[in-house]
């Protein structure tokens, strides 16, 4: 079993759709939790980071994070054609920089 | 500018060839990595230098040897390839390892490498 599962999808959303991206992990030591962004034929970019359990906000982006349950998730509001890309799930514990990423969703926005 | 740079970012070759990919920021990080990205877009880390020390060794054959010879510059050499070293491979940075915003990594746009 993988330590974060992350369903690949591809996921299909019109736009203007809410899209919920979810990861779930093992390992309870994780405390920093990222999402990436990855456009086709380009290195991943970081979108949200987040400490701990709790809910931040940037724009249409919202990252959730809830440690009882080892869920994590990232929701897009008004979603657009631009938002199409893979979202990957990262998490990391105390150990140095080792980032653990999930296997990525792919999203598609059609208009 | 490119905060991360990687070249090549294409690299063809045949079984059996040794292969070297090169990797720079200038971002004026502490802490380089390398990832490997499966046909599956499974980002796995490999190794990670901080301050030109080894913090991070992946269990990873040791046909790939990491090589840093300054902060800014973390370079792959890969002996004997193998058809299952086809991937795509990342650089990527961060300014620390110690957590918070600190931690973030920026990636580079990846080297796509087949094996033959």
């Known amino acids: 079993q993988k330590e974060v599962e992350q369903d690949p999808g591809p996921l299909s959303v019109p736009e203007g759709a809410i899209v919920s991206l979810n990861c779930t992990y093992s390992n309870s030591a994780f405390q920093y939790f990222m999402w990436y962004r990855q456009y086709s034929r380009k290195g991943p970019e970081l979108l949200m980071y987040t400490y701990s359990s709790g809910n931040k906000e940037d724009g249409r982006f919202t990252a959730q994070v809830d440690k009882s349950s080892k869920y994590i998730s990232l929701f897009i509001r008004d979603s657009q054609p631009s938002d199409s890309a893979t979202y990957l799930c990262a998490m990391k514990g105390t150990s140095y920089g080792k980032l653990t990423f999930g296997q990525g969703t792919i999203l598609t926005v059609h208009p | 500018d490119t905060a991360v740079s990687q070249t090549p970012k294409y690299l063809v070759t045949q079984m059996g060839n040794d292969k070297s990919i090169k990797c720079e920021q200038n971002?004026?990080?502490?802490?380089m990595y390398w990832y490997k990205q499966d046909s599956k877009k499974f980002l796995k880390i490999m190794f990670s230098y901080n301050n030109k020390e080894l913090i991070i060794n992946e269990t990873v054959p040791n046909r790939f040897s990491p090589k840093s010879p300054d902060k800014a510059h973390l370079n792959l050499h890969i002996n004997s390839l193998e058809l299952g070293d086809s991937a795509v491979y990342f650089c990527?940075?961060?300014?620390?390892?110690?957590?918070?915003?600190?931690?973030?990594?920026?990636f580079g746009p990846g080297t796509r490498l087949l094996v033959l």
């Open positions: 971002l004026g990080h502490d802490t």
């Open positions: 990527a940075s961060s300014q620390g390892t110690s957590g918070g915003a600190k931690e973030t990594q920026y």
